[in-house]
């Protein structure tokens, strides 16, 4: 797994539980305090031990626990990058919906080795979508999931989101599209990540 | 549609041809070209498209002549505005006359019939000042314009770079500490022998004269073998801290092996200071070195030469020099200083200065 996204998982449980949570799980893992380098590939076999020992130490299902990455990455101040670059995306929930199929494409233009599962959105009928995520073993269905339930929010939509299956390889989310202007989206200037360069997860 | 049509279709409407057909494209332009100026015979600008419009929210652009707005830095000295269409394909490069100063290219395209001009206006390479400057959004450009995912991308491989800085930072970091480790001796944090080198390289290039002064430990070795290693390394520590007592802090102290050290004196090339500073060195290695229960007595020989002998300074020939006299101190009775001269046993076929 891309360094960028075992990062994702370390700056989440810092940010999220804390450093000393960190220290335990960097420990606990044989990963170290120091943690990954984004710009690094390791092991996918690491990515998983990672979240098999965090569910361990919250007494949580990995499902929870990634949903709440997704959350994490969309709304903490320290990822500002990756929800601006997902706002890229489109001017509304709905055309960011439809954008979600290139996503892996949109990432491997900016870091060619970083491998994100492959995304597929069929419209079932108006205001109802299905989302299908691939990848070897699993677990970015949850994490989309909360990754779109805190867009849907940025953009001012009213959504409602249900994971089908998770933790398998082919995993279905349904978007249930209520209002796509249920209140005021947050403001996205073309201008506003390259001022004042974003943090980025670190 | 080709233009003349259109015309005919909107006179037959008894409408005012030229402003009627421009108003029905109007709308059309402003969604295909959100950026574009029309611009009539006399110089003023018409219309300006909405995003242009964006640029100064509270000064209508039409109504104004064009170079009142605009600055046009090329084609340069083009006075007339019927004129821009002919210079260089109708390709301009143009500024805003008041602050923000935005740079903008532009493209012209003369419509003869109505007797205007359509400008069509991109920011170029200014887009992230421009996009900074006046807070636009992805609905202030067409969607065919790939200004947006230029911005994306821009933005995408900041942030990548912003990471491969940081692993960067980090590998720097390491690579000072490993390479500090690498030039210096784990058990007296002493030089080693590649610091060493790279030492005397430094002083030859800069030309900076120099003492160079070899050190054997005497009876080291049967400390080694009667009180064992953890003696022999007490030793060597309390020989470390003599050799920093006595030297200044730019010299440098070398462990160049088990019990040979080699000490580099920076801008101190005087045989005969040298001298009494290695017999003093000698001195202070006599005084018995208490370990544990034990006590152990060692000496040191010493061998040196200085910069100043030497033409050309060769490390190579002054390291050979220096151990040269060192063997003399043994040969005669340890315990002593020799300093380097010709008349040395065994120099037969490496004299000075050669």
Known sequence: ?202 | MSLDVGRETLAATGQDGETAFLSVLREALDRLMPMHLQLGATGHILHAGPSLQKLRPDAPLAGRRFLEVFELKRPASLTRVSDLACAEGGRLKLALRDAPRTGLVGLVAPVPAFDTLIVNISFGFNIIDAVQDNDLTSADFAATDLAVEMLYLVEAKTAALREWKALNQRLQGAMTAAEQQASSDMLTGLANRRAMEEVLNRLITAQTPFGLMNLDLDFFKSVNDTLGHAAGDHVLRRVADILKAETRANDVIVRAGGDEFVLIFVGLSNPERLADLGRRIIARLEVPIPFEADTCHISGSIGLTVSDFYTATDAELMMQHADMALYASKRNGRGQVTVYSEDLPGIGESAPGD
């Open chain 1, 1 to 202: 797994m891309h360094g960028l996204i075992n990062r994702a998982v370390q700056c989440f449980v810092r940010d999220i539980y804390g450093a000393d949570s960190w220290a335990t799980l960097g420990a606990a893992t044989g990963v170290g305090t120091g943690g990954f380098e984004s710009m690094l590939t390791y092991d996918d076999e690491i990515t998983f031990r990672l979240l098999d020992e965090l569910c361990r130490m919250r007494k949580r299902p990995a499902e929870d626990i990634l949903e709440d990455i997704g959350t994490y990455l969309v709304t903490h101040p320290n990822t500002r990058a990756i929800r601006r670059l997902l706002r890229f995306g489109g001017q509304s929930f709905t055309e960011l919906l439809h954008s979600l199929d290139d996503l892996p494409d949109r990432a491997r233009l900016a870091v060619p080795e970083l491998e994100l599962p492959a995304l597929h959105l069929t419209e079932l009928k108006t205001g109802r979508f299905k989302l299908e995520v691939a990848s070897s073993r699993g677990g970015f269905g949850p994490v989309m999931a909360g990754v779109l339930r805190a867009l849907a929010d940025d953009y001012g939509a009213l959504a409602f989101l249900q994971l089908q299956s998770a933790m398998v390889p082919r995993e279905v989310l349904v978007i249930d599209l209520l209002d796509a202007e249920f209140a005021e989206a947050k403001q996205f200037y073309l201008g506003g990540g390259l001022e004042r360069p974003a943090e980025g997860a670190q």
